[in-house]
């Protein structure tokens, strides 16, 4: 099990155990405070909507042409917003720091 930050709708931070060689939205949608994914993580629907602190954004491989048109359609859109769904949680984002999104 590996540490995630998780900070929720309310600015709440939590620390959550989660299981690498998933992606971050499957250990994010079974929380209670977590993400809907309603498209299952086709990068569809943006309901895993997520914005990676400053410190880890540029650790992660940069979207691919459809997460980022998603993500265009958000007014929620920040510089530092992913999709959940589209990132795998591996050994070396221990301790990633991600904030969720509110849904549109
Ligand atoms: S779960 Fe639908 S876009 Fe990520």
């Not at 929720?8 to 499957?26: F, K, N, P, Q, S």
């Not at 909507?49 to 920040?78: F, I, K, M, N």
Request: charge should be negative.
């Amino acid at each position: 099990m590996t540490l995630l930050r998780v900070i929720d709708l309310d600015g709440t931070e939590h620390e959550v155990e989660g299981r690498t060689g998933i992606t971050l939205m499957e250990n994010l949608r079974d929380l209670d405070y977590g993400v809907a994914a309603v498209c299952g993580g086709m990068c569809a629907c943006a309901t895993c909507h997520v914005y990676v602190d400053a410190e880890w954004v540029g650790r992660l491989a940069a979207p691919h042409s459809d997460e980022t048109d998603l993500l265009g359609d958000l007014a929620t859109r920040r510089a530092n917003s992913r999709l959940s769904c589209q990132i795998k949680f591996t050994p070396e984002l221990a301790g990633i720091k991600i904030e969720i999104a509110a849904d549109e």
